[in-house]
């Protein structure tokens, strides 16, 4: 590694470049104090126009909080992403977290009421009855999200040592220290649950993947709709029936230019027959040619299940249903975008270092997460976090799980779980960390089913009309039967399995481990 030969000082600091597929990000470090001098980017005039907001949302109080009329969610998020100086970073993360301690009575109090009903239906407390909906004891579903945890923990500990470490290369041992948990603030996300966005730090090889997929959608001349007969296609070539005319008149594909609209992607079954629609703001690129995949996967499933009663109207478990669109977006792979004719050559699967790197930062970077926010309120349903160890316990857990910490001292009093959505919310969220589970056995039984033999990552089932009769029989199933019967049915397994992911990531894996030898791994 290049610091290994340079290191700065503050009359001689180190330059830093870091540049991702828009920007590039510059910055002064002097090694010898482990603290960043000073730092640029082209994206400087956008971050100090919101930082500005963020610090005096109504032009008049400098000490003004994020609950300012001002300042919008997706632009601190945007900040998270896109901020490369440690101070800044604290203080945006800083200023969301703290808003979040005023609904720590309400929460508190909501948690006394939910517990007085569940107890009502005969559970010990919520967190029971939310555990009790997968077919097993409470006890039992927790021993299994533990032992699903346990597989795919090694690679996510790889992971972390790698990205800590060029973490601590970019920002110095202050803003880092070695074999510590690291920030929070510093993995480009207000929760630290997905890592893409430093992707300009921690990859290596190239950053993006080996196709241009947004060039190639110009290229061929896609555009929003075409982007979507496309995916619709996808299925077609599995064996399943074209979307309905209803779908083309009534799902939002492009954002109206009359109204302001919601444009977080969503599938809607809104007669719980025929009448399935997107509501999307589509553009032309990578990211929403993968995101209308996953969409249709929705629609589709919904489809599948509308014979069943309408209690049986659902995925198997709560996971179900997000790994089934995930599970298609997975098999958009350089072979699929060359039997469509969007690219003319397949590039070698040498080439893919990055692309696993980047996905990796998500998809990998969330499971203990996503094991995280219902672990702690289970505990706290449980009795065993207290209102007056909310803070302590959130913090404990996710070192444990995450090996992160707050950028700085957290206060006692503080709520900083209510920053989630989630938690406040009342939203379970262990279906999430099934879903990133279930996905790849998905995808990975497809793939055992087209008889695939090369790179997991590399494989692409469509066209397989078996694939899709399996599929479908699983999705007609809906909630009706136990799920592990729905997971048999297409993956001839009843239990739920991490080594999809293990295998899926073997090549990112070996090549963690040799650029982490040497390394001081853990926390």
């Given amino acids: 590694r290049l610091r290994k030969k340079v290191s700065g000082s503050a009359e001689r600091p180190r330059l830093v470049v870091n540049r991702s597929a828009r920007h590039i990000h510059v910055q002064l470090v002097d090694d010898l104090d482990g603290v960043t001098l000073a730092a640029a980017s082209s994206i400087e005039a956008d971050v100090r126009a919101a930082l500005t907001r963020i610090r005096n949302p109504d032009g008049k109080n400098p000490d003004a909080d994020l609950s300012g009329a001002g300042v919008r969610q997706d632009e601190t998020e945007l900040l998270m992403r896109q901020l490369r100086n440690p101070a800044q970073l604290a ?3 800083t200023k969301w977290n703290d808003y ?7 929460y508190a109090r909501m948690v006394e009421l939910g517990n007085e009903g569940a107890r009502e239906l005969g559970y010990a407390d919520l967190g029971a009855l939310w555990r009790s909906g997968y077919d097993m004891t409470p006890e039992e579903f927790e021993a299994e999200v533990d032992r699903l945890w346990g597989q795919v923990k090694p690679l996510y500990d790889q992971l972390h040592c790698y990205v800590r470490a ?12 070695p074999g510590e948990p690291i920030r929070a603030d510093l993995l480009g996300n207000m929760w630290a649950q997905e890592w893409g966005s430093i992707s300009d730090i921690v990859s290596f090889g190239p950053a993006g993947a080996s196709v241009d997929l947004d060039a190639a ?3 061929k001349g896609y555009d929003e709709v075409k982007m979507v007969k496309t995916g619709e296609a996808f299925f077609s070539s599995l064996g399943f029936d074209p979307l309905p005319e209803t779908f083309w008149k009534r799902s939002q594909i492009v954002k109206p230019r009359d109204r302001e609209v919601v444009c977080h992607a969503s599938a809607w079954d809104v007669d719980l027959k025929d009448d399935i629609r997107i509501k999307m703001c589509t553009t032309v690129g990578a990211e929403d040619f993968v995101t209308i995949h996953h969409e249709l996967g929705h629609n589709y499933y919904q489809r599948a299940y509308k014979d069943q009663p309408v ?12 790994a089934i669109g995930d599970m298609i977006a997975l098999s958009i792979t350089p072979e699929y975008l060359k039997q469509i004719g969007l690219i003319d050559a397949v590039p070698p699967a040498t080439e893919d270092m990055g692309l696993l790197m980047r996905q990796a930062l998500d998809k990998i970077a969330f499971l203990p997460f996503g094991l995280v926010v219902d672990k702690y309120r289970w505990n706290v349903f449980s009795g065993e976090i207290t209102p007056e160890t909310y803070n302590e316990g959130w913090w404990a857990l996710r070192t444990q799980y995450q090996g992160i910490a707050p950028p700085v001292a957290r206060a006692p009093g503080g709520f900083d779980a209510g920053a989630k959505y989630h938690v406040p ?7 999430y960390f099934l879903a990133r589970i279930l996905q790849f056995q998905f995808y990975k039984a497809a793939c055992d089913q087209v008889g695939w033999k090369g790179p997991l990552h590399r494989c692409s089932f469509y066209g397989s009309k078996e694939v899709g009769k399996r599929l479908n029989a699983m999705l007609e199933m809906g909630a009706s039967k136990p799920w592990p019967d729905a997971l048999e049915a297409f993956t001839g397994t009843r239990q739920m399995d991490g080594s ?9 894996m070996d090549e963690l481990k040799k650029q982490n030898a040497g390394k001081q791994c853990g926390w």
């Fill in 91 to 93: 203080e945006v993360w």
């Fill in 100 to 106: 979040a301690a005023q609904m720590k009575g309400d």
């Fill in 166 to 177: 060029e973490l601590n290369e970019t920002y110095g041992d202050a803003a880092v220290p």
């Fill in 217 to 219: 959608l110009k290229a």
């Fill in 311 to 322: 209690l049986f109207q659902n995925g198997a478990n709560d996971g179900f249903h997000e």
């Fill in 425 to 431: 919310g009342n939203v379970p969220y262990t279906r």
């Fill in 500 to 508: 999809a992911i293990v295998s899926y990531f073997a090549p990112l």
